[in-house]
């Protein structure tokens, strides 16, 4: 896998099984690395260790215009090669946490966009999809994320789904089968 400094900046939430998003529109999520803030030794031979990761989401309702943000720190679960971390919210949140990884990712072929985070315009239209285990707040869930505003083309979005949909948990498998388009339509 790419080194976790991949996953940097801000990404599209297009589609996820949680409930919360439903009634949101135009959610994004950043992460920013955090200078010097872990001792965690990291796989990849060009990243020594593992960043600490500023974790903003922003997000709308679907309807008022005003932008609503939950932030928090990322910290790498030290098991996971650098693709799991334990959140913690920020501020009057800082009493919320949960767990969460990347279960797969890519460059959507034949979408070349300069400057979306790639290396080169050879690089489709990036994605991840990550995975966030129960809380005392939400359920578990799967969202898929897209570098692009303009999301990913549906055949993508179904070639993943389906893909999910071969996963050995069976809760994975479920959940796969509930993920719904979360709805961005540029207002900000």
Same mark, same amino acid.
């Given at each position: ?21 439903? /009634? ?36 709308? /309702?679907? /309807? ?125």
């Amino acid at each position: 896998p790419p080194p976790p400094s991949w996953l940097r900046g801000k990404w599209h939430v297009t589609h996820s099984t949680l409930p919360m998003w439903k /009634s949101k529109r135009n959610v994004t999520i950043t992460y920013t690395p955090l200078p010097s803030s872990s001792d965690q030794k990291s796989p990849h031979p060009h990243e020594p260790t593992l960043p600490l990761i500023d974790d903003l989401v922003e997000y709308q /309702s679907l /309807s008022n215009a005003k932008i609503k943000s939950v932030h928090g720190v990322d910290t790498p679960v030290e098991q996971a090669n650098g693709w799991a971390w334990a959140w913690r919210g920020k501020g009057w949140l800082k009493i919320a946490s949960s767990q969460w990884e990347a279960l797969g990712y890519g460059d959507e072929p034949g979408t070349a966009t300069p400057g979306t985070g790639g290396e080169g315009e050879d690089e489709g239209r990036q994605w991840v999809v990550t995975y966030f285990a129960k809380t005392l707040f939400t359920p578990a869930g799967i969202d898929l994320y897209a570098r692009h505003p303009g999301g990913l083309k549906s055949e993508t979005v179904e070639n993943i789904k389906e893909e999910l949909g071969k996963m050995e948990d069976a809760g994975l498998r479920e959940l796969a089968g509930t993920l719904f388009e979360v709805k961005m339509d540029g207002a900000r």
